[in-house]
Structure formats: C-alpha cells, structure tokens
C-alpha cells in the first residue's frame, strides 16, 4: 500500500504559535478518555452548549488563548445519526484536530484516525490508557507508528494527567493518505471541492452532496476496505505483545474468539446454562423441591393450622373429619385430637375447608388461605 506524502502547511508543521481564531477539536471513540483530556487541557473550565441541528451537549472551554471542543464519541465521520452529525461538522469546521486513541485497542481506534488523515486535516495524535497498555505487556513503537501515519503522537495517563504537557496542538500536520484514496478524491477535488468533503462525498455523505451539487459516489466499500488493510498493517508492525506475561482473562478471551475452540465453548456453555441450568435444575428439580417438599409439606399446613385458630374450618385427617365453627381456640380438646391425628398423617392426607361454615369468618378465611375450587364456589 502506498501513501501520498504532503509538505505541511507552515502553520501547522513547525512547532509555532497558532493564531487564537484556529479552531481546534478534539474527536475519538467513545471511552478512550477523550473527555478527560479535554477537562485537564482547559483545567475544567468548560462551557456546555446545544450544537446547532443536533440534540447532543457540546463541551467547549479555552486552551491557552484558543477555543478547544470536545466532539460526541463516534467511530467514523458520517451522518447516521446525531452523535455523528454533530461530530461531522465540528470537523469539517476544524483548524487542527487532536485525536484521542486507546492503547488497548489501537486496531479499533485507528480506523477513526485513518479516516481523519484523509480529510486532510492537521492532526495530532494522543495514545491514551498507555499504562494499562504496559500492564498488559503491550509494547507500541510510537516513532514507527509516528512515521508510518506522518503526525507527531505522544502516550498520556489522562486520569494522572500524565503527558497532557505534551499536546500541542502547533505540531499537528496533516498525515499520508493513501495513494489508492487520493485517486478516488482527485476528481471532486477538480470540481472546487475541499478534501474534507470530497472524501465524505466519496463515501456517499448527502450532506455534502447536497452542498456542492454533486451527486453522493458509492466508494464506501472500496475506502472502508482499504482503511482496514492499512489499520491492520500498522498494528502489525508497530504493536506486539509478551505471550508469556498475557493474563488470564486476555489467554481466555483469546480462547473464546477461536473460530473452532470458541465454537465449542459457546455450544458447552449453552448447554450447561440453558438446558442443565435453566431447564433441568431450576425448572426441573427447583420447581419441584420448593413446591412439593417445602411448600406441600412445611408452608401451606402451618400457613392453614395458624389460620384455623380464628376463622372457621373443617380438619380433615384421612378418612377422621375435625369441625371447628369458631376456629381452634376456642374447641382446644378438639383442637389437640386434631394434631395428634395431623402429626401421624402425610400432608396429602390432610386437607383444610375454610368454606364448610358460610360466614363472614368462613368467607375471610377462605380468600386468605383457601383453595380456587372453595372462591369458584362463592
């Protein structure tokens, strides 16, 4: 894959002061911190406002002499939805875009930082979560990542603030875009187009369409495939890691996305959680413990003997009936014969009829702990 090589503007290439009116943003993934660096740059003195057209809070807040924004979290630069819309605008209407990349996920995040490279915009790259990345033996060769890209890059801790000194926004310079990218733009470009929205154009972008007249092209595939390539190529060579110090859950995760072994693992899964799990034990052997053994045997007879002392009910024990008009408290000899008669009996011989005496009491009873064949009957 070949790259086209820009000298970059004097603006934005040699380090100097940039005027207050540059506009400057800052655009990544959802969390890679992105926010985070935004609150040490302008020390937490952000402004929150509605961006035009759009539902989604914009921070802004000073860096230095100059306004800095911190864009939505998206993954490209698009239209399909309003995270992306406004994102889309805030970099078109970009000077220098600082882009926020997580070091743990580089072959995701570089996808973005591809895309932006080829808007031709100045861009500055901050490799954040760089301790993690350590922790997890992650080595980056940032110099060759640097030089592979053409934009100056710098590691930061964002949450220790560590290495937000490092951003400067003056060294941004717009990175290599493909050659294969380029010969797609050239043509828009032609027409009167800026980069920028050539590219989105290219890709099929309405809004831009629309703007300059021109019909959306259907390069999206083609360019999405390409960038791909080259995110993968640039991990390859400038990302490695010790095997030997991986941890547990990286060596399983790894295990899990094996075409073959993961296959096996999801089918064993969902075998042990869905049918031995969810189908035999709970609602199989659960179900019937609960049901037959803990309420048939100790909760219902003990729930229907408490409520037999006050409401009116009939006992009966095998083929021995028991009649308590008044309840049990007040027939105690009866009452003691009973149980007597209930302690030598299985709980499927004992059975309670809240009903037996039509009452007010009979009724309350019957409705507290009586059966549905009982109320049917009312």
């Not at 759009?54 to 939805?81: C, H, K, L, M, Q």
């Not at 301790?131 to 997890?136: K, V």
């Not at 801790?157 to 990218?181: H, M, N, Q, R, Y």
């Not at 703007?211 to 495939?225: N, Q, V, W």
Request: hydrophobic share 45%.
């Amino acid at each position: 894959m070949t790259v086209s090589t820009r000298e970059p503007s004097k603006q934005f290439g040699g380090g100097g002061e940039l005027s207050s009116s540059v506009k400057i943003v800052l655009a990544g993934n959802p969390n890679v911190g992105k926010s985070v660096i935004f609150n040490a740059l302008t020390g937490l003195n952000a402004d929150v406002s509605n961006y035009p057209g759009t539902t989604i809070d914009i921070s802004r807040g000073r860096f230095g002499d100059r306004e800095i924004a911190d864009t939505p979290g998206v993954y490209g630069v698009s239209s399909f939805n309003d995270e992306e819309r406004a994102a889309r605008m805030m970099i078109l209407e970009a000077d220098v875009i600082i882009n926020v990349v997580s070091a743990l996920s580089l072959d995701r995040d570089l996808f973005l930082t591809l895309q932006l490279i080829d808007l031709g915009k100045p861009l500055f790259l901050v490799i954040n979560q760089y301790d993690e990345a350590l922790h997890r033996k992650l080595s980056i060769d940032v110099p060759r990542l640097s030089e592979l890209l053409g934009v100056p890059i710098v590691t930061s801790v964002a949450v220790k603030k560590e290495g937000i000194s490092d951003i400067d926004p003056s060294l941004a310079k717009p990175g290599f875009c493909t050659d294969e990218v380029m010969s797609l733009l050239a043509p828009i470009i032609a027409k009167g187009v800026d980069q920028a929205n050539a590219l989105l154009i290219a890709e099929g972008d309405v809004n831009s369409s629309a703007t300059f007249k021109i019909e959306p092209l259907d390069y999206r595939a083609a360019i999405y495939g390409s960038r791909r390539v080259r995110v993968n190529e640039l991990v390859s060579q400038c990302v490695t890691q010790d095997s030997k110090h991986l941890s547990v859950s990286i060596k399983l995760g790894r295990w899990l996305l094996h075409p073959i072994f993961g296959t096996i693992v999801s089918m064993i899964v969902c075998y042990a959680i869905f049918y031995q799990l969810l189908g035999v034990w709970i609602a199989g052997n659960l179900v019937d413990f609960t049901e037959k053994k803990i309420m048939k045997v100790y909760y219902e007879p003990n729930v229907r003997r408490v409520a037999a002392m006050i409401f009116p009910s009939e006992i009966t024990v095998g083929s021995t009936k028991f009649e308590f008009p008044s309840g049990t408290l007040v027939a105690a000899d009866e009452a003691k014969r009973a149980d007597a008669a209930m302690s030598n009996a299985a709980p499927a011989d004992v059975t309670f009829d809240f009903w037996k005496f039509h009452s007010f009491m009979g009724a309350a009873g019957n409705i507290i702990c009586g059966n549905m064949d009982s109320l049917r009957s009312l």
